[in-house]
């Protein structure tokens, strides 16, 4: 698929540090373990089985919710009781009122960060911002505010370049099977037009209002031949814009009784692919790769982006231990590592429900504002 002709542009190729933000209702119960190692350890020496049944991001606390027996569960029992999250949703929607994004983006562009990546919509189908597009499921699950447009303006008054991430794949508002293992995430998705067609109408949202300078998907696309148009309407709006690689398409026969006897071959791949941090093999068309947590570039001539969590989680974990974090000397030997081979380190914040940066990570930050100046 020959979608894109012209070179990366320069503003790309050029930059060498990005911060990420996951802040979504998962910022209200903010858990997930911490003795369980980092994903890049994880995916490495276990299974993905293992993996979801250890999980240490907190922005996956829903998966949690509905997986009998975990760590997510005994803690919501013990602290939230019978409430829901939807209920959590809401607590976050008055909280969140509170942000104050031109403090963020003074703290990003001071710590040195080029560019700016935020969650619009993670796997538990909140919406970050005020959206047209509703969710035929739950209408009213979104901000109330144009968060994301308040975040672009103050992102780009500093000069730096703004993103948006958005899960296409999975939404647990449409799916409520949890996910233990690569057959229920090859087969935690929705098939349906509705789901297609509100991917698509959100996408497109997103385009029209932000003209975003990356559109940053994760896991994967539904299966859906509009595809290549998405990406063609992504360049028209935004010429010097950029795709991650995170686009991959599981086909929609895995749905049928047939398909469960080809997840074992499924999940090979996919443990492959998580093993590399996500670099596994690539979709049709991307212009630049993406590892999680890990540094070890097999790319080739790729552009390529590091990302991970101050600490094990990207999503804030309010049980991270100081010794989960990263060091400024460490972000800074990470940007000199994958510089020089076409990478850039993209560092997520997790903020707490009302906005404010957990003292560690806005420390961080601090430290490496010095380091600039």
């Known amino acids: 698929m020959t979608i894109r002709n012209a070179p990366l542009p320069k503003w790309f190729t050029r930059t060498d540090f990005g911060i990420f933000i996951h802040w979504c209702p998962y910022s209200v119960p903010a858990f997930a373990p911490t003795d369980v190692g980092d994903f890049g350890t994880i995916v490495k020496h276990h299974s993905l089985r293992y993996l979801y049944a250890n999980q240490p ?63 619009t919509k993670h796997h538990d189908g909140f919406v970050m911002y005020d959206s047209n597009v509703r969710n035929p499921k739950r209408p009213d699950y979104h901000l109330d505010f144009d968060f994301v447009g308040q975040l672009a303006q103050a992102v780009r008054s500093r000069g730096m370049r703004f993103g948006v991430y958005y899960s296409s794949l999975l939404d647990w508002t449409f799916q409520t099977r949890p996910i233990r293992d690569a057959g229920d995430l090859v087969l935690g998705y929705d098939t349906s037009p509705t789901y297609l067609n509100y991917v698509w109408d959100q996408w497109h949202e997103l385009i029209d209002r932000y003209h975003p300078d990356i559109l940053w998907n994760d896991i994967g696309y539904p299966t859906d031949k509009r595809l290549p148009e998405l990406f063609a309407y992504f360049y028209e709006a935004v010429p010097q814009g950029v795709i991650n690689d995170r686009w991959n398409s599981y086909p929609n026969w895995l749905h049928n009784p047939l398909g469960r006897a080809a997840i074992d071959l499924g999940s090979r791949y996919l443990q492959r692919r998580e093993s590399k941090g996500g670099a596994g093999i690539p979709p049709a068309h991307y212009d630049y790769r993406t590892l999680e947590y890990n540094t070890d570039w097999q790319g080739g001539d790729d552009y390529f982006e590091v990302t991970r969590g101050i600490d094990k989680s990207f999503g804030y974990n309010r049980m991270s231990r100081p010794e989960d974090s990263i060091t400024a000397d460490q972000v800074r030997a990470l940007i000199k590592q994958v510089t020089p081979q076409k990478g850039r380190l993209l560092l997520n914040v997790g903020p707490m429900a009302d906005g404010q940066l957990p003292p560690q990570q806005a420390a961080l930050l601090s430290e490496l504002e010095t380091t600039q100046n």
């Open 57 to 119: 991001y907190a922005e996956w606390y829903l998966n949690g919710m509905r997986t009998r027996g975990s760590a997510v569960t005994r803690y919501h029992q013990e602290y939230y009781g019978n409430r829901t999250y939807l209920d959590l949703a809401d607590d976050f929607k008055a909280a969140a009122r509170n942000v104050d994004v031109d403090a963020w983006a003074d703290q990003f562009a001071a710590a040195g960060a080029q560019y700016v990546v935020v969650v």
